[in-house]
């Protein structure tokens, strides 16, 4: 019996869309002296640590629609917090039209890829979204720590809260 993941992966782009607008807006509030202050994280400032979950949300969306070998850095990358939110929303709605159609066969398909390195992968569709979303999670709790870092209380994007909001 084959398993049909499309709902789980329909519903966490959903998820994602979610907690990335919550962050975006969060950071909208942040004087710039803070927004780019290097804290000595993964990706130094709040900014690029955002800027990188979308340019890795970017990445994954050429790999898995026509460029298995695209490469992060080679992606265009917003300058400023204004570029990222006029990106950022076409982004998440190109997302979700290319996983709407996706049948329970094509979730479980493997995509052949490439990394930065050039080592090649084979892995489930299903498998790279919700890598993807964790990634986001995993660097947007970075941007939570570096809001209290800055004085800030951060907002919540965990995923029972997105649950909650959807009843």
Same mark, same amino acid.
């Given at each position: 019996? =084959? *398993?049909d993941?499309g709902?789980?992966? !329909?519903? +966490?782009?959903e998820?994602?869309?979610?907690a #990335?607008? %919550? ?6 509030? %942040?004087? @710039?002296d803070q ?12 900014? #690029?640590t955002?800027n990188h979950v979308?340019?890795? =949300?970017l990445v994954?969306?050429r790999r898995v629609t #026509? =460029?298995?070998?695209?490469? %992060?850095?080679d992606?265009?990358?917003? /300058? $400023?917090?204004?570029?990222?939110a006029?990106?950022?929303p076409?982004? +998440?709605q190109?997302? %979700?039209?290319w996983? /709407?159609?996706?049948s329970?066969?094509?979730w479980a ?5 490439s990394?930065?390195?050039? /080592? =090649?992968?084979r892995?489930? &569709?299903?498998?790279?979204?919700? +890598?993807?979303?964790?990634?986001? /999670?995993? +660097? !947007?709790?970075?941007?939570? *720590?570096?809001? !209290? ?5 951060p907002?919540? *994007? $965990?995923l029972?809260? &997105?649950?909650?909001? !959807? @009843?």
């Amino acid at each position: 019996m =084959e *398993t049909d993941f499309g709902p789980v992966c !329909r519903e +966490h782009i959903e998820f994602m869309k979610w907690a #990335d607008n %919550i962050m975006l807006s969060a950071l909208s509030n %942040i004087h @710039q002296d803070q927004l780019y202050l290097k804290r000595g994280n993964s990706f130094e400032s709040l900014f #690029d640590t955002l800027n990188h979950v979308y340019l890795a =949300e970017l990445v994954w969306f050429r790999r898995v629609t #026509d =460029e298995p070998n695209a490469r %992060i850095v080679d992606q265009p990358s917003p /300058t $400023d917090l204004a570029g990222l939110a006029s990106a950022w929303p076409a982004l +998440h709605q190109q997302w %979700i039209a290319w996983a /709407t159609p996706r049948s329970a066969t094509e979730w479980a398909l493997p995509l052949v890829y490439s990394n930065l390195p050039g /080592t =090649e992968s084979r892995v489930p &569709f299903y498998q790279i979204l919700l +890598h993807l979303v964790n990634h986001g /999670t995993y +660097h !947007r709790g970075q941007v939570a *720590t570096m809001l !209290r870092q800055a004085g800030i209380k951060p907002p919540g *994007t $965990d995923l029972i809260l &997105f649950y909650k909001s !959807r @009843q």
